[in-house]
């Protein structure tokens, strides 16, 4: 009877000596405030990967608009090209 | 028993405190978040301001492109003399008898015959669109150009089609070929009677003799052919020696 209180002290003592270890780890977790700063960082993040998405497809479309655009002046400078040459005929 | 309970309570009791304290960020880590996420704000941002640059570049480049084409355009109708408004009114107009075409091309021969005067007159109307010197600019040129085409085969289908005359009796209509010739819906011409008689051979043998009810092609032309004129030549030589 005696050796088991002893090991149950023994088992006592080695719980107190893990769960203070816990405890020491809680005390070094970020605080409220250093979250709501990660948190808000995040966001941030989020808010500019929709800025970039949405600029990038703005300037695809701008580029198949400008492709469109040179086209119909090469167009328009063949035009005055080929008229020049009918009116010379 | 007891002393068994009490190992069982703090047992759990420490796997409950490891569970909370592995669930939770430790300050390294979170700091590393913190770094991590700013650097990829940072590169976020720029690349943000890059593009933005690139879309104000490009939208200068697109609105300068609208000028030079305006200009181009400009320069374009100034060398026939014309403008950007001119152009417009002459491009209606193209539409206009493209989309005339298209209705007569779409009729039966039968009903293009009787709306001949409106192949006419839009064979009329490309010819004088094709006076105005816009016609040189490519887009009107090659839509003229179409035109023709139309033209030309509603032209062709109303040459190729073979007006038909009923003979009527000779008491009512004194219809014979020398007076079928005659009629002005005919040939207006009553010496162009033998292109009857040798456009229908099948049907007639002799000149002299049609009956009621016979239905006769009217060859096209306003003037015999040699093999008509042989004809009407072996006709009034046999006549003459009867």
Redesign the interface.
């Known amino acids: 009877m005696r050796k088991?209180?002893r090991?149950?002290t023994a088992?006592?003592l080695a719980?107190l000596f893990?769960?203070s270890g816990?405890f020491v780890?809680?005390s070094?977790?970020?605080d409220e405030a250093?979250?709501k700063?990660?948190n808000d960082?995040?966001e941030?993040?989020a808010s500019?990967?929709k800025?970039?998405a949405a600029?990038?497809q703005?300037?695809s479309a701008?580029?198949r608009?400008?492709a469109e655009?040179?086209a119909?002046?090469k167009k328009?400078?063949?035009?005055?090209a080929?008229?020049?040459q009918?009116?010379a005929k | 028993m007891k002393v068994t309970t009490v190992l069982f309570v703090l047992a759990a009791l420490l796997v409950v405190a490891i569970g909370a304290n592995a669930q939770e960020m430790t300050k390294e880590q979170w700091q590393q978040e913190i770094n991590k996420q700013t650097q990829v704000r940072n590169d976020l941002s720029a690349k943000v301001k890059a593009l933005a640059a690139d879309v104000a570049r490009m939208q200068n480049e697109s609105t300068q492109l609208d000028a030079d084409y305006q200009k181009c355009l400009d320069e374009l109708y100034a060398l026939v003399g014309s403008d950007q408004a001119k152009a417009a009114a002459y491009r209606a107009e193209i539409e206009a008898a493209e989309n005339n075409a298209g209705e007569l091309m779409r009729l039966s021969d039968a009903d293009l015959v009787a709306r001949a005067d409106d192949v006419s007159a839009l064979a009329a109307k490309v010819k004088s669109l094709w006076e105005n010197k816009l016609s040189l600019i490519p887009e009107f040129w090659d839509r003229l150009t179409a035109l023709n085409d139309k033209v030309k085969s509603l032209q062709g289908t109303l040459a190729n089609q073979v007006q038909m005359y009923t003979v009527g009796t000779w008491a009512k209509d004194r219809d014979c070929l020398w007076n079928i010739s005659k009629k002005k819906d005919i040939y207006n011409n009553a010496w162009l009677w033998p292109k009857i008689w040798q456009g229908n051979r099948d049907q007639i043998k002799d000149p002299d003799v049609i009956q009621k009810g016979q239905k006769l092609k009217i060859p096209k032309g306003n003037e015999l052919d040699a093999e008509e004129k042989a004809a009407a030549k072996r006709y009034y030589g046999k006549k003459g020696g009867a």
Do not use: H, Y
Request: proline content about 2%.
């Open positions: 088991l209180n090991t149950v088992f006592a719980f893990a769960g816990a780890g809680c070094s977790s970020p250093q979250m700063q990660l960082l995040n941030e993040v500019l990967e800025e970039v600029a990038e703005q300037k701008l580029d608009e400008i655009k040179n119909k002046l328009c400078n063949d035009d005055q080929i008229v020049k009918r009116l």
